[in-house]
């Protein structure tokens, strides 16, 4: 028989039942000792519950959790499991391996466990993706993470209060040029080149304007823009169409493959631990079906715990190369989940982190997003930009909530990134807006 000071126990120091061992013993706070059966019941699988809790500590996860639905509703959840609203669920990919936990929620079966029918659907480009959600094809999408902040600040086209759920991965993109330029890597050099990206919100799309500005070069001026879906990046370079690229992997990699290109610089050269894709649901969907919601989150946090983990990759190439997922060669994947690779230049590299699948969404990633859609005038006006970016990635106050319980919850809401050499404190923007447009 299971002692009745169980696993939880062992995890968080206390028992998840709010009871008495025989020891005199009580839990220090109801409210964590309820949080404690609220992260048991959402999450009943120990390994995966164990993972979360080892990445985010309970304060954490909580704060994440109530972030899109008010605790008191997260408690009736876990205490009985309401039916699904919506058991088949049209789920939007790109063929990029920035979809790794999306395949992998399928491929280890995390969404039938969870009671859902989910259909993967290729989608080519981040236009269309984004189209298909505002039209209700889709019920959660992969999207790069500026378009959820786009549309929901109405960049673009029909303004739609859209979630991140959470990050799918951090760099697994590449600054490519055509092999003719193989000898010209100054960007000072680079004017009148014709760059392919995937949207022109994209994260692609900012990174590669940064660094060009960096150099000296007017983005606006000096430069020119395709819009050009994943999978034709490479036909683009081989003829000649493009001088170069920007976008998700395998792209530059498949370059590499067919000797179409070289890879300049890998995205985490510019700003490490940079967020490329997410997982996202409009606010609308979540109200609506909030059953379905948790269900499909808690898959797709198991299934971005899975590919996080660098142990478990052996054969996750295969998975991913296949057709109807990235439908690349598997030598080609292999180099980019590993990160060791040929650049096209003669050189083997190793880079631990090219890509990476940590889930947890920082508000200061979408801030510092805010600011390159303002500085280069696609968002028309200044905002509220931290106001925004709660709302897309974490439109709670959870903070709040946590300290009214007793706990101090983890310090992650708006941290410093690094972006080439540069620190970027998201807790000022305008500060930071003020300073690039004075140069």
């Not at 079966?109 to 993967?120: A, F, I, P, Q, R």
């Amino acid at each position: 028989m299971t002692s009745h000071k169980d696993d939880a126990c062992s995890e968080l120091g206390q028992c998840a039942c709010h009871g008495a061992h025989g020891d005199g013993t009580t839990p220090r706070d109801v409210t964590e000792a309820v949080d404690t059966a609220l992260v048991h019941a959402l999450f009943p699988s120990e390994p995966t519950r164990r993972a979360l809790l080892q990445r985010f500590g309970q304060a954490g996860l909580i704060a994440a959790l109530t972030a899109f639905l008010p605790v008191d509703t997260l408690r009736a959840l876990a205490q009985e499991k309401a039916p699904l609203e919506k058991p088949k669920l049209n789920v939007g990919f790109l063929a990029i391996t920035c979809a790794a936990p999306l395949i992998y929620g399928e491929h280890l079966g995390l969404y039938t466990k969870e009671g859902l029918d989910v259909s993967l659907l290729k989608i080519p480009g981040i236009g269309l993706i984004r189209d298909k959600m505002l039209s209700g094809e889709l019920d959660v999408s992969q999207q790069v993470m500026p378009v959820a902040l786009s549309m929901t600040a109405g960049i673009g086209g029909a303004q739609q209060s859209i979630k991140v759920l959470s990050i799918l991965n951090q760099h697994g993109n590449s600054l490519v040029l055509a092999m003719k330029h193989k000898d010209n890597r100054d960007p000072r050099n680079w004017k009148g080149f014709t760059f392919a990206i995937p949207f022109e919100q994209s994260h692609q799309a900012l990174q590669l304007r940064y660094y060009l500005a960096e150099a000296g070069l007017d983005p606006d001026k000096d430069v020119s823009y395709r819009v050009v879906p994943p999978s034709e990046y490479v036909s683009n370079l081989r003829v000649g169409s493009i001088d170069g690229f920007f976008g998700g992997e395998p792209g530059g990699q498949r370059a590499v493959y067919e000797g179409a290109g070289f890879i300049h610089a890998l995205s985490g050269e510019i700003w490490q631990g940079h967020p490329c894709c997410s997982v996202t649901a409009s606010e609308a969907w979540i109200a609506q079906h909030p059953n379905t919601f948790m269900a499909f989150y808690r898959a797709i946090i198991a299934a971005s715990l899975h590919v996080a983990d660098k142990s478990k990759r052996e054969g996750m190439a295969a998975v991913l190369a296949q057709q109807k997922y990235l439908n690349a060669p598997e030598v080609v994947v292999e180099q980019v989940l590993t990160g060791r690779y040929a650049d096209g230049l003669g050189n083997i590299k190793s880079v631990a982190d090219r890509v990476d699948y940590n889930p947890f969404p920082h508000y200061s990633m979408a801030v510092f997003l805010l600011t390159q859609l303002r500085r280069w005038n696609m968002l028309k006006e200044d905002i509220d930009y931290k106001k925004l970016a709660e709302k897309v990635m974490l439109a709670t106050d959870a903070a709040k909530l946590l300290r009214e319980a007793g706990i101090e919850p983890p310090k992650i809401e708006y941290r410093v990134e690094t972006i080439m050499g540069k620190t970027f404190d998201s807790n000022a923007p305008e500060a930071y807006l003020a300073s690039v447009r004075k140069g």
